[in-house]
């Protein structure tokens, strides 16, 4: 081999500055965005972002009813730890058990559940163990009921002790038995404690009307809102679409600024305003762009589930992201962008891109291919009219489904989505 210089001329495709930008644009949801935006008015002193005046009449309901936009925006809730916190002033505590309290409210996971190590807290607070136990038994004893319990069978049986009547067999059945009922070994149970098994019905009918989740009805932080991308609807039997562009910004080139600069005759400075104004044009483009390609997709979309601006989801059809972009002739990784962290508002709600693809089932005897949302739908449907006392199995799910809809799933497949829609089998399904 001999070393030297050669020349050679070789084909290569490179992704440029402004190419890459404008596809990490397309995949920014309309608050990212406007994030991004703000960001380049930074960078680019000509850049000017002139935000919308939000000026807006009352709507009309669908009774006729004038109503105002700003009533659709919650209000802040009051927080566990503050609710908490303020039910302390009634109490003469010391400053040293108002510091352990303070410190246990803080500890409180979202659902109200007291999880940590008592060893390691008593340690941590200069606390004996018995000491740390009489803190928790005393915020305990606040509201909500079940707060500050350290599992779901503390939580039920704070919650049974304070009911204004006492069930003294259910108190002895979550403290002893937890294990077994929620099992749902009840044939077991009721012979070792010598009652019937409607007696068990009946205390899981009163277990069912307990909070499980003590704390889940106070707001962890301030709520945060949803501003759908894009705006869906039907009029006159023709799907509208467009871009929901009233909370992003408009981006103006600063005439008078450049004027200013350019009155200095420098060639260093001219040289930097023809840069600065070409990436003004390239981001204007880019957003034009993102706009048409995000109705273009949406639309395609919107065609293909016509039926679901009517019904909702659960008359969705299959469609994936291959067919969108095959339809569009675009390419799938462009689609997926589109759909990324990306809201429609529909006629139905305001729902998630995504949510609109779905996989396809086979469909016996019938053309038309059942997708899995609808199939699930199904499935809820057939569960919530089955007889309680013998519900069905997930065999006899899959066989209905063939039989009334010619849908063919096997059994693990109905148990797969069973779990997925959070229901339990039949067998903890079923009344006594």
């Known amino acids: 081999m001999r070393a030297g210089l050669f020349q050679e001329q070789r084909l290569h495709l490179s992704l440029t500055k402004e190419l890459a930008q404008a596809i990490e644009l397309l995949q920014y949801s309309t608050l990212e965005l406007r994030s991004f935006l703000h960001e380049q008015s930074l960078e680019n002193p000509f850049l000017e972002i002139k935000d919308h005046k939000f000026v807006r009449t009352p709507k009309q309901s669908r009774n006729g009813e004038t109503r105002n936009w700003i009533e659709n925006i919650g209000k802040s809730s009051e927080t566990l730890a503050s609710y908490l916190k303020a039910q302390l002033h009634a109490f003469p505590l010391s400053a040293k058990r108002r510091h352990i309290l ?9 659902d109200g559940y007291l999880r940590m190590e008592m060893k390691e807290t008593a340690a941590l607070l200069s606390l004996s163990e018995e000491e740390l136990e009489e803190a928790i038994q005393f915020l305990q004893s606040l ?27 259910a108190e002895r059945v979550i403290a002893d038995y937890f294990t077994m009922f929620v099992e749902k070994a009840w044939k077991a149970l009721a012979k070792q404690l010598k009652i019937s098994i409607s007696n068990l019905q009946e205390i899981w009918d009163l277990i069912r009307t307990l909070e499980p989740r003590p704390g889940s009805h106070y707001a962890a932080a301030d709520p945060h809102f949803i501003v759908p991308d894009l705006i869906v609807t039907k009029r006159d039997g023709e799907i509208c679409v467009w871009l929901n562009d009233e909370f992003l910004p408009e981006v103006i080139w600063n005439h008078a600024y450049e004027k200013k600069v350019a009155d200095q005759q420098d060639e260093q400075i001219e040289w930097f305003v023809r840069e600065k104004y070409r990436q003004f044009m390239w981001l204007t483009k880019s957003l034009e762009q993102r706009k048409q390609t995000l109705v273009l997709v949406v639309k395609e979309i919107m065609e293909r589930q016509k039926q679901c601006l009517e019904e909702g989801l659960a008359a969705l059809r299959p469609l994936t992201m291959r067919d969108i972009a095959d339809a569009l002739n675009i390419h799938e990784s462009t689609v997926s962008r589109v759909i990324r962290n990306k809201y429609v508002q529909t006629p139905f709600g305001t729902v998630e891109l995504r949510h609109f693809f779905t996989n396809s089932l086979s469909a016996e005897n019938d053309n038309e291919e059942a997708s899995a949302a609808k199939t699930k739908e199904l499935i809820k449907k057939l569960i919530e009219a089955e007889d309680k006392h013998a519900p069905l199995s997930d065999q006899k799910i899959a066989d209905l489904l063939n039989e009334e809809h010619q849908i063919a799933i096997s059994r693990r497949t109905v148990a797969k989505y069973r779990e997925q829609l959070h229901i339990p089998s039949s067998a903890k399904r079923k009344r006594y």
Request: proline content about 6%; charged content about 20%; hydrophobic content about 40%.
């Open 143 to 169: 509201e909500p009921a079940g707060v500050g319990a350290r599992s779901l069978q503390e939580c039920l049986l704070i919650q049974l002790q304070r009911l204004p009547v006492r069930h003294e067999l």
């Open 102 to 110: 303070h410190y246990l409210i803080a500890s409180l996971d979202e």
